[in-house]
């Protein structure tokens, strides 16, 4: 063997050019069989499908832009008068800061995120009420590369066996239910003492062979068990057999892993999606990741390329030093960042995040001359108002 | 959808089977996940808007769809070394997968790449492998793993330093660990 010693990359280069060509000995038309199979092409009743999904960006399209429209208005009629003050002189600017900040604080600050308003519009749930439960659920995106994590805001009190058991209901509510839910048919019975959740699957639940479904299938039932501290799910059907997972191979139980490491983007500007991380990836380039762009799946940043900080950890608290030249403002791209921020420290156990230097009192319903606390749950649903 | 198929295969499938492979090394998984690629790409081929080339695309959705994999096997890993309670990570599944033929009959050299591709970051192999092996630009290197043309540069940078290190460490050895383990496959 010739000697690398002193060589550059060139010789490594050179070799990996000369690596031979790996060929696929499968048939063309056996691979198109199986994954036409697979996706049920074949199956006429995928082109009215079809049909309808050719709509649905249409439809999405025109109430984004909708929503777009009006956000503007909302956050002029709420904050002219803040925003107006901070144009003028920095005297002035800075009395009329420190006068809503102090209305603010005068007012009971968790009130500030129990509005409905926010609710039915907001990526993040802030607070829940006493006459409330949360409930997770999770749908795969369009091309099965990401789950979306959905939380439902239950205005009803009951166990929490029962609110599952109506996942169903409550994604048809809101049109979930279409999404190719992994779970679809299964029943839940919670063991809060023992921290299992006993899923009972149809009969013919089948998550085929390909080893994506199967991992999204795991992290579906971490995404909805694990904030209620579930460490198990136990798999049952009613005829008594064990369950076939696909490349798991058959499985009695399986346990709930807890939420993973992940960068919060925006999907298809509707969903805060977690990108997931290795667990050993750093909180400081998982928030630098955040301003990375995925187009072709729909992925928009969350974090604006002019904006720079320097991020250091305070116990649980996760502090962001402003260091960006940009100018911030009270509007939803630098809302939905904060909330992109706050579920991204969450994902690595944070229970709080507090923003240094950020020379600006409000976005949205964040004050941010105080810490603020990470959100019980990401994508928020209000059922039964 | 059998035309878009046809075309697509016709165009792309041993370049996205490559891809597949070299970062798997293994046959039977590299088979599964190109038709899983396939129903992925198939699925959504009518909402696919053309902001990246079709190229890009395709290869970023078989990206996505080998660290899936790789991410299951990880878990699964941790889990099966939770249940037997092995201490050492890394340790707990053996590398058996047998050498493709293609390979076996290559130099000593070129083996030694092959072996030693492991030895990078999933990063650091993707990057290396759709710039010298598929011989891809940087731009589309770029697009299909997501990163700024700097960190393609860097990844890649760092990714021949580490496969020269290890040929370097086993040239220096003799090239015993390798051969070692060649001899058992």
């Known amino acids: 063997m010739k000697s690398r ?37 074949t199956d006429l009743a995928s082109h009215d499908r079809s049909k309808f999904s050719r709509f649905a960006p249409v439809l999405a399209t025109a109430a984004a832009i909708f929503i777009i429209v009006l956000i503007p208005f909302v956050y002029n009629l709420s904050d002219s008068h803040f925003t107006s003050e901070v144009a003028n002189d920095s005297s002035g600017a800075m009395e009329a800061q420190d006068e809503q900040l102090t209305m603010i604080e005068d007012e009971n600050y968790d009130a500030l995120f129990t509005a409905e308003a926010d609710k039915s519009h907001a990526y993040v749930l802030h607070t829940v009420n006493d006459d409330e439960n949360v409930i997770f659920g999770a749908i795969p995106d369009e091309q099965g590369q990401y789950l979306i994590p959905i939380t439902f805001v239950v205005s009803a009190k009951g166990n929490l066996d029962e609110l599952y058991n109506k996942l169903p209901e409550y994604m048809e509510e809101h049109e979930l239910a279409d ?71 058959k499985m009695e139980e399986m346990p709930i892993l807890p939420e993973e490491r992940a960068s919060y983007k925006l999907y298809k500007e509707r969903y805060l999606v977690p990108v997931p991380q290795q667990p050993d990836f750093p909180i400081d380039e998982a928030i630098l990741e955040m301003k990375e762009e995925d187009t072709a799946f729909h992925l928009t ?15 649980k608290e996760l502090v962001l030093e402003y260091t960006g030249k940009a100018i911030l403002e009270n509007n939803e791209k630098y809302s939905v960042m904060i909330d992109a921020i706050l579920m991204t420290a969450k994902s690595y156990g944070f229970e709080s995040v507090r923003f240094d230097n950020i020379k600006i009192v409000r976005i949205g319903n964040y004050i941010l001359e105080q810490p603020i606390k990470v959100p019980e749950g990401v994508n928020p649903y209000t059922i039964g108002k | 959808m059998k035309t878009v198929f046809d075309r697509l295969y016709d165009t792309y499938h041993q370049d996205l089977f490559q891809f597949i492979m070299y970062i798997v090394k293994d046959r039977t998984i590299a088979e599964d996940l190109i038709q899983e690629v396939y129903i992925k790409v198939l699925k959504s081929y ?93 731009q589309e ?34 090239g015993t660990e390798n051969e070692v383990k060649e001899g058992k496959r």
């Open chain 1, 5 to 41: 010693k002193g060589n550059d990359e060139k010789e490594i280069i050179q070799l990996l050019q000369q690596m031979p060509r790996l060929e696929d000995r499968q048939e063309k038309y056996q691979i198109y069989k199986q994954s036409a199979l697979e996706d049920n092409m």
């Open chain 1, 179 to 249: 999404n190719d839910f992994l779970l679809q048919g299964a029943t839940y019975s919670i063991d809060d003492e023992k921290k299992i959740v006993k899923v009972q699957l149809p009969q013919d639940f089948s998550l085929g062979e390909g080893s994506v479904r199967a991992y999204q299938f795991e992290k579906t039932l971490s995404v909805m068990f694990a904030p209620h501290g579930i460490t198990k799910a136990v798999f049952e059907t009613a005829d008594g057999n064990t369950i076939d997972l696909g490349p798991f191979g």
């Open chain 1, 301 to 315: 940043n969350t974090i604006p390329e002019e904006i720079n900080f320097r991020i250091t950890e305070d116990e």
């Open chain 2, 46 to 138: 009518y909402t696919f808007k053309g902001e990246s080339s079709e190229k890009t695309w395709l290869f970023s959705i078989a990206r996505h769809v080998t660290y899936d994999y790789f991410r299951s096997q990880q878990r699964m890993k941790k889990r099966i070394s939770q249940f037997f309670d092995w201490s050492e990570k890394g340790e707990i599944i053996p590398d058996n997968k047998s050498l493709p033929e293609e390979i076996a009959i290559q130099n000593d050299e070129i083996r030694r790449v092959y072996h030693y591709l492991d030895k990078c970051t999933k990063d650091q192999r993707s990057v290396l492998i759709l710039r010298y092996i598929l011989s891809f630009s940087i």
């Open chain 2, 141 to 174: 290197t770029a697009e299909i793993l997501n990163f700024s043309i700097s960190k393609v540069k860097t990844t890649q940078h760092r990714g021949l330093k580490n496969l020269r290190k290890y040929l370097l460490e086993d040239e220096e050895k003799g």
